[in-house]
């Protein structure tokens, strides 16, 4: 049976009769693009379906099927049926890049002196990005993606993004069913010194650290407000209200007033 590169995700036809192409995997965000021949007066495809239900088309040599405006969430199964006229076949435009499985397997993963992460793969099909991912306030965090190359051995500087103390990372990629693959986690403990708030150069619009470190600030709801990298912050856009500052490796809290 043939594989149908579409949704960043894989399609495959389960039935293809003279008369109706089926199609059915999982939504990944994308849209389908689909080749519509010309057949006697007019053109191939006569109805669709989307998980049953009819979906209008343009009766053209070419349309797409926009299924990122039918309600789907990443992940949902969806069953597209295309049926046309004898004689002729509707065919998915292979235009979108497959996104194939995780075959990766690490090798060794290590930080050295200079603060470089580096690693080596095998099994690898050199595809798939890899996610440099660190522990940090209480949650797995996204520090950087890496673009596959020829060979196996990577680094990333991740200096930036060290925290006092004992530092987690780990790799990881995801496949063409959105499911995560990881690496072990790597334990790094840094000499670097605490990240402290300079109390004396505090403000109603400012925080300075003593050390420039990553941040973010997320409002009493749990909605991130800012982030980024620096020394200094600039709070004197947000509303007034209660907020939670993550720093360094520490969790605190703020009202602005």
């Not at 008369?19 to 995997?25: F, P, S, T, Y």
């Not at 994308?30 to 979906?55: H, M, S, W």
């Not at 990372?169 to 986690?185: C, E, M, T, W």
């Amino acid at each position: 049976m043939p594989r149908l590169l579409i949704f960043l995700s894989v399609f495959t036809a389960l039935s293809c009769s003279a008369q109706v192409v089926v199609l059915e995997g999982i939504y990944m965000e994308k849209n389908l693009y689909i080749q519509n021949p010309a057949a006697d007066t007019g053109f191939c495809t006569q109805r669709l379906l989307v998980n049953g239900k009819e979906i209008p088309f343009a009766d053209t040599g070419y349309f797409v099927i926009q299924l990122d405006s039918m309600k789907f969430r990443k992940g949902d199964k969806v069953k597209v049926e295309i049926f046309h006229k004898p004689g002729c076949k509707p065919s998915v435009l292979h235009t979108l890049e497959h996104y194939p499985k995780s075959t990766f397997e690490g090798v060794s993963v290590g930080i050295d002196t200079s603060e470089v992460l580096r690693w080596q793969t095998k099994e690898s099909d050199n595809k798939l990005p890899f996610i440099i991912e660190q522990f940090r306030w209480n949650r797995w965090i996204k520090l950087a993606e890496i673009s596959p190359k020829p060979g196996e051995s990577y680094e990333q500087l991740v200096k930036p993004f060290v925290h006092s103390g004992l530092n987690q990372f780990r790799l990881k990629q995801v496949d063409n069913l959105g499911i995560p693959h990881y690496s072990k986690a790597l334990n790094y403990t840094s000499a670097k010194k605490r990240v402290m708030i300079d109390s004396k150069r505090c403000s109603g619009t400012e925080y300075t650290f003593s050390e420039e470190t990553m941040y973010q600030v997320y409002d009493q709801y749990g909605a991130l407000m800012m982030e980024g990298t620096g020394k200094t912050i600039d709070i004197s856009q947000l509303p007034k209200g209660h907020y939670f500052l993550n720093y360094d490796n520490m969790m605190g809290e703020f009202i602005k007033h």
